[in-house]
């Protein structure tokens, strides 16, 4: 019974994030954005730098682990709330909107070789990413079942609550560590393929 919870889960997380990035893709397409608004990003100026530069990976780490923590923490402080499972929704589809609004303006503004770039640009970190932001929609839609909804548990509710809570908390430092691995993997290894990938559009 939890494995077909799980798979409904999942399915329905995938589906909310594929809205996401149709509508991100849509929004780029109808409003006229999406080159303009790549080009600026990825004008030339800034792919020379990107090439030749040399990036602090140090700083570029304490930049993005906030950045990936922050909302994360967030969405599990709401999912302690009763808005838990909109909250879950809400945040399945933002990052769905902006992984449609990356895709489709790199492809707008560059073509085939901006496909290839994002490629270069989400490789490998996102191996590790994409699993860690499923994995915490899980992790939330648990904690707020819970709480709200016992019977939709896609995991086991233990009798003791230390159990429970020891059992999540290995949950939650599990994606912890994914997260900051994949961190690691976008701020000291990506740069080396970008910098390479940079040429593809130069």
Same mark, same amino acid.
């Given at each position: 019974? #939890?494995?077909?919870? @799980? @798979?409904?889960?999942? @399915?329905?997380?995938?589906? !909310?994030?594929?809205?996401?990035?149709?509508?991100?893709?849509?929004?780029?397409?109808? /409003?006229?954005?999406? +080159?303009?608004?790549?080009?600026?990003?990825?004008?030339?100026?800034?792919?020379?730098?990107?090439?030749?530069?040399?990036?602090?990976?140090?700083?570029?780490?304490?930049?993005?682990?906030? $950045? $990936?923590? $922050?909302?994360?923490? &967030?969405?599990?402080?709401?999912?302690? /709330?009763?808005?838990?499972?909109?909250?879950?929704?809400? !945040? /399945?589809?933002?990052?769905?909107?902006?992984?449609?609004?990356?895709?489709?303006? /790199?492809?707008? *503004?560059?073509?085939?070789?901006?496909?290839?770039?994002?490629?270069?640009?989400?490789?490998?970190?996102?191996?590790?990413?994409?699993? *860690?932001?499923?994995?915490?929609?899980?992790? &939330?839609?648990?904690?707020?079942?819970?709480?709200? +909804?016992?019977?939709? &548990?896609?995991?086991?509710?233990?009798?003791?609550?230390?159990?429970?809570?020891?059992?999540?908390?290995?949950?939650?430092?599990?994606?912890?560590?994914?997260?900051?691995?994949?961190?690691?993997? #976008?701020?000291?290894?990506?740069?080396?393929?970008?910098?390479?990938?940079?040429?593809?559009?130069?």
């Amino acid at each position: 019974m #939890e494995y077909i919870k @799980r @798979r409904r889960l999942y @399915r329905s997380c995938l589906l !909310y994030f594929l809205a996401g990035i149709l509508a991100g893709i849509l929004f780029m397409y109808f /409003t006229g954005h999406g +080159a303009a608004g790549t080009e600026t990003f990825f004008r030339k100026s800034v792919l020379l730098e990107m090439s030749y530069g040399k990036l602090d990976k140090g700083q570029f780490l304490k930049y993005e682990l906030p $950045r $990936r923590l $922050r909302p994360a923490a &967030c969405l599990l402080l709401l999912s302690t /709330t009763c808005f838990g499972f909109l909250a879950i929704r809400l !945040y /399945t589809v933002m990052k769905g909107f902006l992984a449609g609004l990356l895709f489709s303006g /790199t492809v707008l *503004a560059y073509g085939g070789r901006g496909v290839l770039f994002l490629i270069v640009l989400l490789f490998p970190h996102q191996l590790l990413l994409l699993p *860690a932001f499923f994995l915490l929609l899980c992790f &939330c839609y648990q904690i707020s079942c819970i709480s709200r +909804a016992p019977e939709g &548990c896609i995991w086991p509710i233990y009798t003791g609550r230390k159990k429970q809570l020891i059992s999540l908390l290995l949950i939650l430092l599990w994606i912890l560590f994914i997260t900051v691995m994949g961190c690691f993997l #976008e701020c000291y290894v990506n740069p080396l393929l970008v910098a390479d990938g940079v040429k593809l559009l130069l």
